[in-house]
């Protein structure tokens, strides 16, 4: 049984009010998919875009099966339009195979916690991989480092990647050279983690400090903050320090995320008598008051328990 033949404008994906240009390109797309040279299962499709094109590309021709369909459009001339794109296809592809793209690098740029927050500009060198002129890798020479200066933005996270169009390895037989991809990796912080443009960061304080209050210093990106402790603060409460965090955008005054303290009451290991007394008197204490439990003079206990 005869093929059902498919409407042209179909076959290319393109509208009936399609010009000329356009049915050039997507007829190059499609062809070059579906070349068997280039893929086996896509003979059928191949002549069939051909066909679609023969018609479609000659302004008489298509005038005639705008107007008949399949039913005006006879098979005269068919063959010698569809003998001439497939030469001229085929030498595209020829030229295509003969020229390659360089292959693309990879580099990965280690930065430190400040330098990711802040931005920083620093200096990479890359190996320079060189080709002989019929293409093949230079033989029995050390390849030649080559320096770039590679911009870390402000706020730059994990795993961002900067790219260099045409530095990467040189194309064969006048292709174009690969791209240089240079891909950001944050060292570990020993005390800051990031959530965002958030800083966070575990800060132990004593009991005393926790029941009592006290001002503790907290190591920011700008150094060292006051911060209060209220009286009776339990462990893992979080604190927040308004635009000490990570830059939102480039510039002195571009606005900053918060630095987030969680502070944990730190357990003395070794005790000696005298504060085992203090601990065990405390515990009497908070039993008798369990029953009533009166903040202000617990707490006024603890005080003169601990300055004694």
Not at 127 to 137: V, Y
Not at 157 to 168: A, D, L, P, Y
Not at 196 to 223: K, N, S
């Amino acid at each position: 049984m005869a093929r059902r033949r498919r409407d042209y404008y179909d076959v290319l994906g393109v509208p009936k009010d399609a010009e000329e240009a356009e049915i050039k390109r997507v007829y190059r797309e499609l062809a070059r998919r579906f070349h068997p040279d280039l893929n086996p299962h896509g003979t059928e499709r191949f002549k069939e875009i051909n066909e679609a094109y023969a018609v479609l590309s000659d302004r008489d021709r298509r005038a005639r099966y705008d107007r008949w369909g399949h039913e005006g459009e006879g098979q005269g001339g068919i063959g010698s339009v569809m003998d001439a794109v497939e030469e001229v296809l085929g030498d595209v592809l020829r030229r295509r195979r003969g020229k390659q793209r360089g292959r693309d690098l990879r580099y990965t740029l280690e930065v430190d916690f400040r330098e990711a927050a802040f931005g920083a500009t620093k200096t990479i060198q890359v190996p320079d991989g060189q080709l002989t002129e019929d293409g093949s890798p230079v033989a029995a020479r050390p390849p030649r480092p080559r320096e770039f200066r590679v911009v870390v933005p402000a706020g730059a996270k994990e795993g961002s990647v900067k790219m260099i169009k045409g530095e990467g390895e040189p194309g064969r037989n006048g292709g174009p050279a690969g791209d240089l991809h240079v891909i950001v990796r944050i060292k570990e912080h020993p005390v800051w983690k990031r959530d965002g443009h958030e800083v966070w960061c575990d800060v132990p304080i004593t009991f005393p400090q926790a029941a009592l209050g006290a001002i503790i210093d907290v190591p920011t990106l700008d150094g060292n903050v006051r911060m209060r402790i209220p009286e009776a603060t339990q462990s893992g409460r979080v604190f927040r320090i308004r635009g000490r965090g990570i830059p939102r955008a480039a510039g002195k005054n571009a606005p900053r995320g918060d630095h987030m303290v969680r502070v944990f009451v730190e357990v003395p290991t070794q005790l000696n008598q005298k504060q085992r007394e203090l601990i065990e008197e405390l515990a009497k204490v908070g039993g008798e008051d369990r029953a009533h439990p009166q903040k202000r003079s617990f707490l006024d206990r603890v005080r003169q328990l601990l300055q004694e």
